[in-house]
């Protein structure tokens, strides 16, 4: 694996699978909510215009398209990168010291 903002390889990829799975559930319920709000703030509707309702006229459909996209790519993105980050600081770490007794019971068996 490579800090130069090269994409995870080896132990890390395999590692972040499980991690970015469950990040992008989460992430796509907290886009959802967050779009919610978005658009109850943009439209003071409770409800977003369905693609398919002839309830809204088409630019109100688009608009609410528009937001919804920006929101999930805006939240996918952040869950993906740390995400990464994290999974990347875990398999970097240095692995745990191990105690002195240790160290010498094993020098005293190689040598």
Do not use: H
Request: glycine letters at 10%.
């Amino acid at each position: 694996m490579t800090r130069d903002g090269a994409e995870l390889t080896g132990l890390a990829k395999v590692a972040y699978k499980p991690v970015g799975l469950l990040f992008g559930m989460v992430g796509g319920l907290l886009a959802g909510k967050v779009f919610g709000i978005v658009w109850k703030n943009v439209s003071g509707e409770d409800e977003t215009p369905q693609p398919l309702s002839d309830e809204y006229p088409t630019w109100e459909v688009l608009l609410a398209a528009t937001l919804q996209g920006a929101v999930f790519a805006l939240i996918k993105t952040a869950v993906d990168r740390y995400g990464m980050k994290a999974v990347r600081r875990v398999v970097d770490s240095p692995p745990p010291a191990r105690p002195r007794a240790v160290r010498r019971q094993e020098v005293a068996r190689a040598g």
